[in-house]
């Protein structure tokens, strides 16, 4: 254990979607302290410049290395697929970034055809453009921009009639393509999983990266030796710069954290 390591695990998105993150971190790892940022006031950064993603993970990062955190999980697609490289070559801590799980659904997908569903800003930036260049040639990427699916989930609606079209229009563009595999490509569509079923049936797969950098944040945390081993009490605290309603709602109240208001 070095010095730091009873410091929190710093984690941020462009809203509450990385909560989703959140929970798999907090599965794996029980004994970590986190900080997490939900620049709701932001969101979508999906719709963004390159430039304003950056800033806004510049500005996120900032907080959180002031509040301590020994690491930090960038737990949104588009600010990882945007920003990461900068932030790992600038800042001296570890980072941990999240990214659409299409390497797996390359491997197993029978059809050859798979579907991702994520941000304009994730599609379209260079190292999601590289890691897909990268997968089996015979497989077929089936792109679908999820236009407007987090400007609802950020205000909580998951289920009312404009997401469930929205969602379904979506989808319905995807399955044509006789996909087998789903990736979920946004850490704010895990929470749409009920209702995305709904529409797909059950023969397709949906893969979600959350475990994935669950176990990547334990890695990194063994490698560096910031593994928190002091038995005291853990603590959660979440920080919004807009209502901390959605974020007690998509949290539950069997977490022991506290949800407070920042101006950021
Ligand atoms: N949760 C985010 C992601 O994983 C960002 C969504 C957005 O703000 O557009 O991409």
């Known amino acids: 254990m ?34 997490y940022l939900a620049d709701s006031k932001n969101a979508p950064y999906g719709q963004k410049s390159e430039e304003k993603i950056l800033e806004l993970s510049i500005k996120n990062t900032e907080i959180l290395l002031e509040k301590n955190c020994k690491v930090i999980v960038v737990a949104c697609n588009t600010a990882t697929t945007n920003a990461i490289q900068y932030l790992r070559e600038n800042y001296n801590v ?33 190292l999601f453009t590289a890691t897909s260049s990268n997968i089996n040639k015979e497989v077929t990427i089936i792109e679908q921009i999820g ?50 079923r709904e529409v797909i049936g059950t023969d397709i797969t949906i893969i979600d990266s959350g475990q994935a950098v669950a176990k990547q944040t334990k890695r990194v945390l063994e490698n560096n030796n910031l593994l928190n081993i002091k038995n005291t009490k853990v603590k959660h605290r979440f920080y919004t710069n807009t209502t901390t309603k959605v974020l007690e709602f998509v949290l539950g109240n069997n977490q022991n954290y506290t949800i407070e208001n920042l101006n950021f």
Do not use: R
């Open 2 to 35: 070095n010095s730091t390591s009873n410091n929190p695990i710093g984690v941020f998105d462009s809203g509450i979607g990385g909560t989703s993150i959140w929970k798999e971190i907090n599965t794996l790892l029980p004994n970590e302290n986190t900080i």
């Open 94 to 126: 570890p980072f941990i970034g999240i990214e659409p799980a299409i390497k797996p659904a390359s491997i197993n997908t029978k059809t050859k055809n798979i579907g991702i569903l994520a941000t304009k800003g994730t599609l379209n930036s260079g």
């Open 147 to 196: 236009e407007g699916l987090v400007e609802l989930i950020e205000k909580g609606d998951l289920t009312s009639k404009k997401m469930t079209d929205l969602l379904t229009d979506h989808l319905q563009k995807l399955i044509k393509h006789n996909i087998d595999y789903l990736v979920l490509g946004c850490t704010h569509y895990p929470y749409l999983i009920p209702q995305i």
